[in-house]
């Protein structure tokens, strides 16, 4: 077997969205995230990647295969910020679907919460 034969990094990570332009613009004016990618593809389809500023992974908001379903799901992305309490309220202030307060467990877990982009799909925020 090669020593080349191995992974490098994680890519992205793909959350099947139906509404592209609403979806991005949520990732990139509320949440702060830049468009990386956006090029057309198949019939008629939209690959879109968002990434963090100064950050190697995306996540690729793209049409959900013909037939699945998208929206609502548990996408087991997790954000890291270092200022929790100023991250809730904001995204709260601008009518981001948050849960109702901050989790705090207790060490190690760390405080945390969950929100809703506009199709659904669950995040998870940690500091």
Known sequence: MSSTAHVNKIANV????TDQARV???????LGFDK????PF???????EVGLPD???TIALA???PGAPAGKRETGVTLQTDDIEAYYARLK???VDVDAEIMRMGGPVPPMFWFRDPEGNTLLVVQ
Not at 14 to 17: E, F, L, N, R, S
Not at 25 to 30: K, L, M
Not at 42 to 48: E, F, K, L, T
């Open 63 to 65: 049409p959900p295969p």
């Open 55 to 57: 950050q190697e992974t």
């Open 14 to 17: 793909v959350i099947p969205v």
């Open 93 to 95: 202030s601008s009518g």
């Open 42 to 48: 198949g019939d008629n389809y939209r690959w879109i």
């Open 24 to 30: 991005v613009a949520f990732y990139v004016d509320t």
């Open 36 to 39: 990386r990618v956006d090029e």
